[in-house]
């Protein structure tokens, strides 16, 4: 029995369990790299994360909250799948400038696709030097160059089914061009309107689409 007035000293068993908890949070206070002092709510929320994970030490979870306080992680925003991302212009003056800059390849050549202006059907293809499609925009006449014959030739100048050009065109990276026209009768030589008058099937044969407009034997 204490006397009255004389502090009462807690028994061994307290003492070591007092001294082991200030160890535990001095340790724990060493090896986070110092915490902070906790909020009424920050304690409040130790506390169930103990309950609920098999009461591991207090200095790990504060620990954890001081990392994520001093690195914060930024989410990621989803991306759609398989979105491919624009190619970066190689050529800001041909692609998106306002000066004629045609594009020849190795062989000083560039493919013209001749298309109908009224009906917007596709009529032939040809090939086009720098002369060729200079002397086609000047004289509003469908001008080629025969990559067989090496010589220039002016469509309809043989069969008089020339195609007079309205409007000429060339894509993003001036490597095509297209010629809209008025055509003066059937474009193709084999004798249909137009060239592209049989349509794939399947892999490896091809089905008459159109019927002939004239006989070649009659016009060359």
């Known amino acids: 029995m204490g006397i009255r007035g004389q502090r009462r000293e807690p028994p061994r068993s307290e003492k070591r369990k007092v001294k082991s908890e200030n160890q535990s949070s001095a340790d724990g206070a ?16 130790e506390i169930r994360l103990r309950i609920f994970t098999f009461h591991i030490p207090f200095f790990t979870f504060g620990r954890a ?3 994520l306080a001093e ?5 990621e925003v989803p991306q759609p799948r398989n979105a491919p991302e624009p190619p970066p212009m190689s050529d800001p003056a041909r692609e998106t400038g306002t000066d004629l800059m045609i594009k020849f390849d190795d062989a000083g ?9 009224a009906s917007g059907e596709i009529l032939m293809m040809g ?19 025969s990559r067989s014959r090496k010589k220039f030739w002016v469509k309809g100048e043989s069969s008089g089914h020339t195609q007079e050009v309205l409007e000429a065109r060339t894509d993003c990276d001036q490597d095509v061009v297209i010629l809209k026209v008025k055509s003066n009768g ?8 137009s060239c592209f008058y049989r349509r794939i099937q399947g892999t490896d044969e091809l089905a008459t689409v159109e019927e002939k407009a004239f006989d070649p034997k009659d016009v060359y």
């Open 30 to 45: 060493d090896e986070g790299g110092g915490l902070q002092r906790r909020t009424h709510d920050a304690v409040y929320d």
């Open 186 to 193: 059937p474009c193709c030589h084999v004798g249909y309107r």
């Open 127 to 145: 090939w086009m030097n720098a002369e060729a499609l200079g002397q086609t925009l000047e004289t509003k006449l469908a001008t080629f160059y």
């Open 71 to 75: 690195y914060p992680v930024t989410p």
């Open 109 to 117: 050549l560039v493919p013209a696709i001749v298309q109908d202006h």
């Open 65 to 67: 909250r001081a990392n």
